[in-house]
T-cell receptor
């Protein structure tokens, strides 16, 4: 079975440009999470969807960040305009909804560098 | 709010020796899951072991075992017979009944040949 698929794996962009990160969760998983990882702050939860509905977006840093999940098999995280401090690895993760349904499965991450 | 604390930013161990990574957490919930994830240099997050809070018996997966002390809110990971491939960042994580995950800041483990 395919795991969580993220694209792109690496992105280098100039400050002010729009960045879109993409995620395809594991089929049958209806909870999806976006995390940001930096050396300074570790793994930060940005937003969490359940059945395509955002449940908790309190971790989204500011209005420049937005996330969507138009259907069960696709989600995007958009940064517009991007800034150098957004440079980080962004992970998407999915799991089946429910308490006893197992662990979180992660994608390989998207490394973003904003110059 | 749930918090997860890993107080050891870096650790090292000789190959074939045993090492213990510490994790404490804070919660008011009575049932929850705890996890240890491994992140090697490839940056892929890999599940190492998990423990459900209402189970008294400590989880074990081959060379990996946990010491779960619910009253003390402690969840340490013991790696026996350390191997070079164990070199990685290790994250402790808490999952609430609300299906949300909280991660510690990680412990960077180096296995020395």
């Amino acid at each position: 079975d395919a795991g969580v698929i993220q694209s792109p794996r690496h992105e280098v962009t100039e400050m002010g440009q729009e960045v879109t990160l993409r995620c395809k969760p594991i089929s049958g998983h209806n909870s999806l999470f976006w995390y940001r990882q930096t050396m300074m702050r570790g793994l930060e939860l940005l937003i969490y969807f359940n059945n395509n509905v955002p449940i908790d977006d309190s971790g989204m840093p500011e209005d420049r960040f937005s996330a969507k999940m138009p259907n069960a098999s696709f989600s995007t995280l958009k940064i517009q305009p991007s800034e150098p401090r957004d440079s980080a690895v962004y992970f998407c993760a999915s799991k089946k909804t429910g308490f006893n349904t197992g662990e979180l499965f992660f994608g390989e991450g998207s490394r973003l560098t904003v110059l | 709010a749930q918090t997860v604390t890993q107080s050891q930013p870096e650790m090292s161990v000789q190959e074939a020796e045993t090492v213990t990574l510490s994790c404490t957490y804070d919660t008011s919930e009575s049932n929850y899951y705890l996890f240890w994830y491994k992140q090697p240099p490839s940056r892929q997050m890999i599940l190492v072991i998990r423990q459900e809070a209402y189970k008294q018996q400590n989880a074990t997966e081959n060379r990996f075992s946990v010491n779960f002390q619910k009253a003390a809110k402690s969840f340490s990971l013991k790696i026996s017979d350390s191997q070079l491939g164990d070199t990685a960042m290790y994250f402790c994580a808490f999952m609430s009944t609300g299906n949300q995950f909280y991660f510690g800041t990680g412990t960077s483990l180096t296995v020395i040949p």
